[in-house]
């Protein structure tokens, strides 16, 4: 796929570059939108303006709307203010606000400016909502119905207003103030007598999202029903736009994405990776590398504190990194699990104790076993004496018991504290459980030896 996408950007870039403009207008007309604004955002910023400029009026609206936000800036600050304002008329509402939010303050003005009083006004109302609630994601564009409309008026309304909707296979059908009372499907008008009424024959059990649910929610919401547009209303059941399936596509791969980069301890980044820039990625990341080595010194101080025991039995020295690598492991197997489980709201805090108490049973199973293996492994392979391995062995099962409870409680508490759970995740539990890996490690190994010795 990657060499086809090359093979194309190649392409487009040698007939742009030979200002073979009829042609490469003739391919781009059989092109599908995705794939040109694809390959657009492959090329040079200069080349990606030219092209959007060749496109064809009925395809640059859709073309611009999948193009990466930064090739929509450098379009949109390269254009006239006329031609600005064609494409953000052009574009869906959710989009447009979606590009002004990460503009400069002169361009949105100049942009809004130029609008017309109906965009604008659109654009307007969905700027006003909080960063990643519903009512930011939405679009205000959608289809909706009189509840005192028969089939043939709401059927005539369709045609004079379904170009300029999101989507017209589900109709929602308002009071005259606004107020949701039930949905209609384009198909089931279609199979109704055209006298009917649309309150007699609307679905009244209508599923809606509130314009402050956060947009994580709002997915859930699509996963748990199934749709693939929903209306969002105020607090007063007025009904202010809908979210569709693409809306909720985007959403998901974004929040994917930030709970992957704070679980590898990364500041989040709403860029792409090839977009970031080094210094850009050096911020992102250096934070959390500066935290957890200064953290990661305690564990030193403790292999400081323990000397003697070192002293007495250097070979205990090789067996160090294995405990605190299984440990690290045993404890991001637990994080991974109720991570996800907060996410999709499988668990809550007050399931903490259940979820201890099950941690705990898979502890011992899998510590007894490891334990086992390793037993023999230190006996026969390793020739160590029984002690010995008896020391690194119960560390074993001690360590493997600690990480997972560890692992299974700090992201339950972060989120009751109101953190992201995902901040807990592998690189900041490991740095905890190899400190008390190395704790429990020397403590065994003093008393049981000096015991045995």
Not at 204 to 224: C, G, H, L, P, Y
Not at 251 to 280: N, Q, R
Not at 305 to 316: C, H, T
Not at 375 to 382: G, T, W, Y
């Amino acid at each position: 796929m990657e060499s086809e996408e090359k093979t194309v950007v190649e392409t487009l870039c040698e007939l742009l570059s030979s200002r073979q403009y009829t042609k490469l207008r003739q391919t781009v007309s059989e092109m599908n939108t995705a794939d040109i604004a694809a390959a657009m955002s492959e090329m040079e910023d200069e080349d990606s303006l030219k092209m959007f400029r060749i496109l064809p009026k009925d395809m640059a609206a859709d073309v611009f709307a999948d193009l990466e936000i930064d090739v929509q800036q450098y379009i949109i600050q390269s254009l006239s203010d006329r031609e600005a304002s064609n494409v953000i008329e052009n574009l869906m509402a959710d989009d447009a606000a979606d590009l002004l939010e990460e503009m400069p303050a002169s361009v949105v003005k100049r942009i809004l400016a130029n609008a017309s009083p109906e965009t604008r006004a659109d654009i307007n109302h969905l700027l006003q909502y909080p960063e990643d609630s519903a009512g930011s994601i939405m679009t205000v564009e959608y289809m909706d119905l009189d509840e005192d409309m028969t089939v043939s008026d709401a059927i005539e309304r369709i045609r004079r207003k379904g170009v300029d909707s999101e989507t017209i296979n589900i109709c929602y059908v308002v009071t005259k103030q606004k107020i949701l009372v039930g949905t209609v499907a384009l198909r089931y008008l279609l199979i109704m007598q055209p006298d009917q009424v649309i309150r007699d024959i609307m679905n009244t059990n209508v599923i809606s999202i509130n314009t402050m649910t956060d947009q994580e929610e709002a997915a859930r919401m699509f996963q748990k029903y199934g749709f693939t547009a929903m209306p969002v209303v105020d607090n007063e059941n007025r009904m202010v736009g809908i979210i569709t399936i693409d809306d909720v596509v985007d959403i998901l791969e974004e929040e994917a994405t930030e709970d992957i980069e704070k679980m590898a301890a990364i500041v989040p980044s709403d860029k792409p990776y090839p977009k970031v820039g080094i210094f850009e990625t050096y911020r992102n990341r250096i934070p959390w590398l500066l935290f957890l080595m200064i953290s990661a010194t305690f564990t030193g101080a403790i292999i400081t504190g323990f000397e003697d025991a070192l002293s007495a039995y250097v070979v205990l020295t090789a067996y160090i990194p294995m405990l605190m690598d299984t440990g690290g492991n045993a404890g991001s197997q637990a994080s991974v699990s109720i991570i996800r489980g907060l996410s999709l709201k499988e668990i809550a805090f007050e399931d903490i104790f259940k979820i201890i108490w099950k941690e705990i049973r898979v502890a011992v199973l899998c510590g007894i076993t490891l334990a086992a293996a390793n037993f023999l492994k230190l006996l026969v392979i390793d020739r160590l004496t029984i002690p010995v391995a008896a020391v690194i062995c119960l560390t074993l099962l001690s360590v493997v018991l600690i990480a997972k409870l560890v692992g299974c409680c700090l992201p339950m508490l972060a989120s009751k504290l109101g953190f992201d759970p995902a901040v807990m995740a592998s690189p900041f539990i490991t740095t905890i459980v190899d400190a008390l890996s190395l704790l429990v490690y020397f403590n065994v190994a003093t008393h049981l030896l000096h015991l045995t010795a």
